[in-house]
C-alpha cells in the first residue's frame, strides 16, 4: 500500500538491498511483474541508519548492498514510500521504480549499489 511521505527522501542516507538484489535475471522478472523493487532505507537521524534499515524487514542476508535515493533517481527511478504490513518497522520501506522496464535499467539499478558488505544486525 502506498502511503504519504512522512519524510522527504533527503532524508534517506542509505537504501539497502540484500539477497538477489544483484541478480540481473531476478531485478528484470521481479520488475516484469511488480514494476518496482522493495529496499529498506535508514534515516539522517538514525544513530546508525544502515542498521536501522537492515532491522527494518529485517533484511536476513548475510551481506547487503547500498546505494542512496539520489543515485537512484540520477538513473530515472523514482522513490516511494510503502507500507511494509509484518514488518518490524514498516515505515522504512521504500519501492524504486524505473522510468522504463527494461535490462537496461537493471543494469543502471545494479550499477548505483556499493559492493556487499556484511549485514550489521547479523553481527549483533
Given at each position: 500500500m502506498?502511503v504519504?511521505l512522512s ?5 534517506i542516507v542509505?537504501?539497502?538491498?540484500g539477497?538477489?538484489l ?8 521481479k520488475?516484469?511483474d511488480?514494476?518496482s ?5 535508514g534515516?539522517?537521524?538514525d544513530?546508525?541508519p544502515?542498521?536501522?534499515a537492515?532491522?527494518?524487514g529485517p533484511?536476513p ?6 546505494t ?5 533517481a540520477e538513473?530515472g527511478?523514482s ?8 514488518a ?6 521504500v ?8 535490462l537496461?535499467?537493471?543494469n ?7 559492493e556487499?558488505?556484511?549485514n ?5
Open positions: 502506498t504519504p519524510r522527504p527522501t533527503s532524508a542509505v537504501a539497502v538491498a539477497g538477489l544483484s541478480d540481473p535475471d531476478f531485478i528484470l522478472e520488475l516484469e511488480d514494476g523493487l522493495s529496499l529498506w532505507v534515516f539522517d537521524e544513530e546508525d544502515l542498521l536501522a537492515c532491522n527494518a533484511i542476508n548475510g551481506k547487503v548492498r547500498t542512496t535515493p539520489r543515485q537512484l538513473v527511478f522513490i516511494v514510500f510503502t507500507r511494509a504490513e509484518g518490524i518497522d514498516p515505515d522504512r520501506h519501492d524504486a521504480t524505473p522510468s522504463t522496464v527494461d537496461g535499467a537493471v543502471l539499478f545494479i550499477q548505483c549499489f556499493d556487499p558488505i556484511a550489521p544486525r547479523r553481527a549483533k
